[in-house]
Every structure is written in C-alpha cells, then in structure tokens.
C-alpha cells in the first residue's frame, strides 16, 4: 500500500478501508510514514470528513497503537467520566465521591494541566501529602477498598493520538469533529472503563463554541463508544461563564468540598448531580435517572459522599485535617477586589478570559515546566443574571502580589455589563444517548 494512494482516495471523497487506515496508523506511530504526508491525509480528512465506521476504525487503530488498561480485576462495573475542559471545572472532585458513595468503582487516570489552572492532578496537590503516584496493584487495590482513586497517566496510551494531536495543533487540523471525537475516545477506551459519561461544554470559554457544534461532537464521541462497545452518554453543558465561583487550585477543592459538605452552589452541584446520575445508571445500580439523582441528592445532604472523598484523601496519603478545616488548605497573600465600573446587570463572563487571568496570577502553566501556585486564584461574586452597582465587587483576585494589574484588567474586560437582565443561563442543554 502506498500512503500516496490513501491520501488521493480520501482527497477523491472515498471511504477509506480499515487496512488503509491501520496502515497510516501504524505507519505514523512507527514513523515510517512522514509528516508530510500525514498532513495532507488530516486536511483532506478535515474537508472530505469521515463516516461512522471510518471513525470507529480510526479510534480503535489509535487504542491499538499503545498500551490499554485492564481494569478486570476491579470489582463491579467501572464508569469513566470525561470533561472536555471548562474554566471552574471541578466537577471530578464531587462526582467520583458520590458515585463511590452508592458502591460504584471509580478508577480515574488523571492528568496535569497545560491550561489556565493546573489540572486534577495539580488541584488535588493542593492537600498537603497527596500523592498520585502508585502501582497498578495499589490503584487497583484503592479502587477495590474506597471505590475511588485518582492516579497519574502511566504506560503509553494511544501514542498515534499523542503524535496526531501535535501534528494537527501545527496543521490547522484540529477543528475537525471526527479527528477530535476519536481523539478523545482513543484515550478513553485506552484507560479500560466499561461506560463512558461525557461532559461536553459549549460556550465562549469551551473548545466548542456553538450548541450545534457541540452536539455534533457529542453524537460522534456517543457513536464511537457505543460502536466500540462502550455505552457512551454525553451530556451538553453551558460554558458561557465559569462553573461556580472559584477557579484556580486549593480553592477549587474547597468549593467542591463545600459542596460535598451541602453547600448548594447551584450550577456545580446540579451538573455533578447529573453526570453522576449518568454514570450510576449506566453502571446498572440505579434503573433510572431520577431514581439515581434521588439517592445521590440524599449522599449529599448525609454527607456519605464526603466520607467518600475523606477516605480518598487519606488512602492517597493526603492530611484529611484540610479537607475538616478548610482554611488549612494553601491561600494567597492577598486578596484584591475588583470593582465594577457602571450599575447593571451581568449578562456575560467570558469564561476563557477569566482562566487566562487566573493563569497570569500563578494558577496554571503557560510551558510544562512552569510551577503552580496552588494558593493563587479567582473568587468570582457575581454570575450571569446578578444585578451589580457601580463600586461592587465583581471578584476578588487570590493574588501573592499587591497589584496584579493584568488580572484585573483581564478579568474587568471579562465581564459584560447591561441595563437588561438576561436571567439565569441554561446549564445543560442536552443528553445525547
Ligand atoms: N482534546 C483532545 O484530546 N483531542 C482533540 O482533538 C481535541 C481536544
């Protein structure tokens, strides 16, 4: 076979055969095929698109193309949860707990963030101790014990999807919704879960910005999954502004603890309440959703789930004292309030604004070698709908500096302002199932 050949075929709007696709896989991973002319084959997969088996075959070729997870020795039904990435996203700290407060394995392989804040990984670091290095054995024996354990992305996952994403970043081919979808799902399939939940955001702060975008992906992740046999459920969710009102690390986790602790911090606990819902369906413990969100509701109020995430902590090494006072968890030197310029009502906030100035104040990494400032942040006081008065404060920035300047003008810049409310945003737009 020559690459040459596959290129034209698809240029030409051919379905491409599943040995032409395992050939340009496996060719790319083995770098016998070059750049070039990967390249040409992603931009006319980009135009031409690819069909539902084309798809299929493209995630499966990348699963293959590395190491897969067996989870087998895991009792019970293993669900994975999967975001894909919002500013304020703290949702895993409240999920993973309520799902294993009902009995449910939660085998969750993380990763860092090389965004505005640090991802789980970095946010659960925040607790003094914490550790996210293990052994297969030790993550499968946690899971066994506390039904819950978060550990760090070992072995070699879908490395065709690692080199493709790179190659696609530099190409002007990431925007293609079946090169996405079966990027996302290769690494999913790869960590081993039985089901898969989906958290697709859409909104000014999400990959995708358009409902009809995100649903469009939505329906492709459920299609890959189901055909690849997974049962896949997705759900639709708004990223029109923040989830919540705290972004950055240590700060995520006390809001996320509150909530485990029955604060109702309505967006957040709502769509952690949905997707766990999914997942314990899904898993076959509940026959139905409200049957679920009902149990789990009550594991809030009963504290059960954060029992769940006490034990969690402690198993992975973690000071639980923080997680019982949590003014023990890392703060800033300084908080710096910022103020709002005119009278009003908040009708947006653009999310991705709000994440780049928690990055300028330490939360994220700009380069993977940049260090994170777990104590840094944003608390946000005003969401979507609110009425604010000139001189109010919109937010307060968590900052170890006296005048953190660029933050301030960023997050100024971030909010939209007007003589009209638009009432409350819509938090979940849709189930894809
Ligand atoms: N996230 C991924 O993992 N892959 C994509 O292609 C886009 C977002």
Sequence with gaps: MRMVDVIMNKRNGKQLTEEEIRFFIEGYTEETIPDYQVSALLMAIYYKGMTEKETAVLTQAMVDSGDTIDLSPIVGSKVDKHSTGGVGDKTTFIVG??????????????????????????????????????????????????????????????????????LRDVTATVDSIPLIAGSIMSKKLASGADSIVLDVKTGSGA??????????????????????????????????????????????????????????VNDLRELALALASHMTVLAKTFASYDEAYKVLEENLENRKAFEAFRSFVGAQGGD???????????????????KAETDGYVTAIDAESIGIAAMYLGAGRATKDDKINHGVGITLKKKIGDEIKAGEALAVLLSDTTSPTDSIEKVLNAYEISSNSLGEKTLIYKVIQ
């Design 320 to 338: 639980v004292s923080m997680i019982d006072d949590l003014t023990k968890l890392p703060s800033s030197k300084h908080q710096v309030e910022v």
């Design 97 to 166: 707990p309520l799902v294993a407060s009902v009995g449910v394995p939660v085998a969750k392989m993380s990763g860092r963030g090389l965004g505005h804040t640090g991802g789980t990984l970095d946010k659960l670091e925040s607790i003094e101790g914490f550790k996210i290095e293990m052994t297969e054995q030790e993550f499968i024996d946690n899971v066994n014990k506390y039904k819950l354990a978060v550990a760090g992305q070992t072995g070699n996952l879908a490395p065709a999807d690692k080199k493709l994403y790179a």
């Design 207 to 264: 990959f995708m910005k358009s409902i009809e975008n995100s649903e469009a992906l939505a329906k492709e992740m459920v299609t890959i999954g189901k055909n690849l046999g997974r049962n896949t459920v997705a759900i639709i969710s708004d990223m029109n502004q923040p989830l919540g009102f705290e972004i950055g690390n240590a700060n995520e986790v006390k809001e996320a603890v509150e909530v485990l602790q029955g604060k109702k």
